[in-house]
């Protein structure tokens, strides 16, 4: 089968006349003049009126950047972007000692909450060392158990994050 080209015109039995604005691996992306924009199986039922003749990249721009940007996160140490809670936007840490003839130190909680990210992406690019390294299986589940700990030690600033994906989570059921 050879894949249709992007700006290939189609017409299919139930979408009426289209063209491909698309091509991924398995699925075509076709605007239909009646029914909008629809995706449908390489090997699905329809006419060709016009044949594109351009090679076809089976692989969309999407699945490229979301590629790239899974294997960055994996093997680098660049950042995501993290947000804070907005209920804790601009606030401030208040370490209060219980001498009450010692003053009270005042952090940014922007700034400490920067700490905690920058932490766990430390955490995380030293589990993707250990994950890679030429040490034995039983070292690397010792220093996974370890981080594990770490991870969950960390999860009471679980409630700074915005969004519950980037939550700490350590072991599950201790």
């Not at 969309?60 to 936007?89: P, Q």
């Not at 766990?120 to 039983?138: P, T």
Request: proline fraction near 1%; charge should be negative; charged fraction near 30%.
């Amino acid at each position: 089968m050879k894949l249709l080209g992007i700006g290939s015109r189609i017409n299919h039995n139930e979408f009426g006349k289209g063209v491909i604005t698309n091509v991924t691996s398995r699925h075509y992306w076709v605007t239909f003049i009646d029914n909008g924009l629809e995706t449908i199986e390489l090997d699905s039922e329809f006419e060709v009126i016009e044949a594109a003749e351009d090679d076809v990249d089976t692989i969309s721009f999407y699945e490229v950047e979301r590629t790239l940007k899974s294997i960055l996160r994996k093997w680098s140490d660049v950042s995501e972007a993290v947000t804070i809670a907005d209920k804790f936007k601009g606030g401030k840490l208040i370490l209060e000692p219980a001498d009450t003839n010692l003053k009270a130190s005042e952090v940014p909680i922007d700034t400490f909450f920067h700490k905690i990210t920058m932490l766990r992406d430390r955490l995380r690019v030293m589990e993707q060392k250990i994950n890679s390294s030429n040490l034995d299986e039983q070292e690397k589940i010792d220093l996974q158990q370890y981080i594990t700990r770490c991870y969950g030690s960390l999860t009471t600033f679980n409630v700074l994050f915005k969004h519950k994906d980037h939550h700490f989570v350590g072991q599950k059921g201790s």
